[in-house]
């Protein structure tokens, strides 16, 4: 796959506190807001460990698409180490998978900023707030990259203080020995009420195939690589800090939330952050968290747009998709691609006026949307498997390498074996998941189409022989440092200058 180093270059406009806070805001998705009621009362306190296990297997993700990114700095997403380690069709199939991830969860953002909007202007017409919301969208990233970062920047701001503001507020109500419905607000209650695991083992795998969905975007800061400044030393910080952000926004959030009261008062309806303001006589807290959630959603929806049209000008880069799609503006913006997913963002203005059945249509549908997110992650741990095997100078000689690197991503993907097995112990995620393979379909029916235009076929060609390459390379390598010959640096030289041609 080439570098592609010769046509005009994103600008890297991103600097460390945007690359942080877009971390931040990828880590903490609207259902953290809106589903962790659903979370707890179907997996009751076991949810605590839900979202650790979650957390710390999508951590392993995160640290394989890190090393692979700095391994050359000419990779501008995880599409592309991915078309270059498993070969073309890999970023023909991520990049097109991503795409429609964001683009169908863009959709769902959308209907779900006009009905916060009616929070507040009930008489105001649904498609208003969904027009104005995609065009301001629009021309925030049509400006310049550092505008994007700064939106997401502020957005993941609001979602930090309101996460702050629930914690401090129920330690408040644990220490003062709040009551509510008969029950005192204790650490206690944790256990008190049938155990950690009070639904049993399969409630705590429900929790699974509902707060997976949570977790969709934690890859974002893996598209922001090509326009980072200084990414050897952002990227690392960033994803190295998940850990700690998952255990503060996620797990302290919700142990506070089940402390401050029994974890069967939750209703699978309602935010329990507007439940828990409520319960402190906050005025106006549904207000305040229904703007959390806007800007939540706004935040996802501005991501998307980002996302998908970065991933879009990689594609056409390397003809999987139309060459106006690479193009930039004179801002360094692909504007074509910025444009062309806005179009379909304006589905959602449609579903607005479908009626129940149709919004029964889309939660499978975005269902479908979370489960291609898992395939873009299995995909980053399949491209760093190979790229260990391939390439061992370049693993030796990382400084950002995995831990447990060897065990860890089979692992990781043993779990998300587990996570295909939870969806099919609920009739809708199962739907979802018997629905999936279509998308699929599609796409190879598209590639069959692609890879016969000479470029395709020129690239699959010289993929086959970088491969051959460098698994002679990495065989001289191996024996070079088992025996000692004292080759390892004209290898490793050698290797290098191959794998970034």
Not at 97 to 122: K, L, M, N, P, S
């Amino acid at each position: 796959m080439s570098t592609t180093s010769s046509d005009p270059t994103l600008e890297r406009g991103l600097s460390n506190r945007h690359i942080q806070l877009i971390a931040i805001g990828g880590a903490i998705g609207t259902g953290l807001f809106m589903g962790s009621g659903k979370t707890i009362s179907v997996a009751g306190p076991s949810v605590i460990f839900v979202y650790m296990i979650i957390g710390f297997m999508l951590f392993f993700v995160m640290r394989a698409m890190g090393e692979l990114l700095l391994s050359n700095l000419d990779y501008k997403t995880f599409a592309d180490f991915a078309g270059d380690l498993l070969g073309p069709w890999a970023a023909f199939f991520t990049g097109w998978t991503y795409w429609f991830c964001w683009v169908v969860t863009g959709i769902a953002d959308v209907v779900a900023i006009a009905h916060y909007v009616a929070f507040w202007w009930g008489d105001l017409p649904l498609w208003i707030p969904a027009l104005a919301c995609i065009a301001l969208l629009l021309v925030l990233n049509l400006a310049t990259v550092k505008a994007f970062g700064e939106t997401e920047f502020w957005f993941a701001l609001i979602k930090i203080v309101a996460i702050g503001a629930l914690i401090v507020v129920g330690l408040v109500m644990i220490i003062t020995g709040f009551q509510h419905n008969g029950a005192t607000a204790s650490i206690a209650n944790l256990w008190a009420n049938g155990g950690m695991f009070p639904t049993g083992f399969m409630g705590f795998v429900a929790g699974f195939q509902i707060a997976v969905f949570a977790f969709v975007g934690i890859e974002l800061v893996g598209t922001t690589a090509a326009e980072t400044k200084d990414p050897e030393k952002t990227l690392p910080k960033a994803i190295n800090s998940i850990p700690v952000r998952i255990l503060f926004f996620y797990v302290g959030a919700l142990i506070i939330l089940m402390t401050v009261q029994p974890w069967k008062l939750f209703s699978s309806e309602n935010s329990p952050f507007v439940g828990m303001f409520a319960l402190a006589g906050l005025a106006g807290a549904a207000g305040i968290i229904n703007f959390v959630v806007l800007t939540s959603a706004t935040s996802s929806a501005n991501s998307g747009i980002y996302s998908t049209s970065r991933m879009l000008r990689g594609l056409a880069l390397e003809a999987d998709a139309p060459a106006g799609f690479a193009k930039l503006s004179r801002r360094k913006v692909p504007k074509n691609a910025l444009m062309f997913s806005c179009m379909f963002l304006l589905a959602g203005v449609v579903l607005l006026y479908s009626g129940d059945s149709v919004m029964g249509a889309f939660t499978l549908v975005t269902t479908v949307s979370a489960l291609c997110f898992m395939f873009v992650w299995t995909i980053i741990l399949l491209s760093y498997l190979v790229f260990r095997a391939r390439r061992p100078h370049l693993h030796d000689a990382s400084s950002f390498k995995v831990p447990g690197g060897r065990v860890m991503p089979y692992a990781v993907l043993v779990f998300f074996g587990f996570i295909l097995w939870a969806l099919t112990t609920q009739p809708d995620t199962f739907a979802a998941l018997l629905v999936t393979p279509v998308w699929f379909l599609v796409l190879g029916l598209g590639y069959l189409v692609v890879r016969r235009s000479p470029q395709h076929e020129a690239l699959r060609l010289a993929h086959r022989g970088k491969v051959a390459h460098e698994r002679y390379e990495a065989t001289a390598y191996r024996d070079s440092q088992a025996f000692g010959h004292g080759e390892t640096s004209s290898v490793v030289e050698s290797a290098g200058n191959k794998a970034r041609q």
